[in-house]
């Protein structure tokens, strides 16, 4: 069995710093991509950030220049840098992966249960 497991959420003032990660834990093969999506009170859920397994990253807009995401893949796991966060990013964030699992060729993608962070003005 396969579990996402997030960390490093919490509350932040405006312009501070937070790093998230996300581990997956089970009968992984090989990761392929990862990413952050969060999903604010009343909104849907939104891209952040991805990564593809050779490197190549992708933003939204709204974060662009202020969080980094990265991955170690031997670990099979994705981190993200969040600087100067704004109140407007308030919101639970999710990390994904599509995962290959051993003794099979299927890539199945997986959720984490979510972290909250906050931003206080």
């Known amino acids: 069995q396969v579990q996402l497991v997030e960390s490093g959420g919490g509350l932040v003032q405006a312009g501070g710093s937070l790093r998230l990660s996300c581990v997956a834990s089970?009968?992984?093969?090989?990761?392929?991509?990862m990413g952050w999506y969060r999903q604010a009170p009343g909104k849907q859920r939104e891209l952040v950030a991805t990564i593809t397994k050779d490197g190549a990253t992708n933003y939204a807009d709204s974060v662009k220049g202020r969080f980094t995401i990265s991955r170690d893949s031997a670990k099979n796991t994705v981190f993200l840098q969040m600087n100067s966060l704004k109140p407007e990013d308030t919101a639970v964030y999710y990390c994904?992966?599509?995962?290959?699992?051993?003794?099979?060729?299927?890539?199945?993608?997986?959720w984490g249960q979510g972290t909250q962070v906050t931003v206080s003005s």
């Open positions: 994904t992966m599509d995962l290959v699992l051993s003794h099979t060729v299927r890539v199945v993608r997986y």
């Open positions: 089970g009968n992984i093969f090989r990761s392929n991509f």
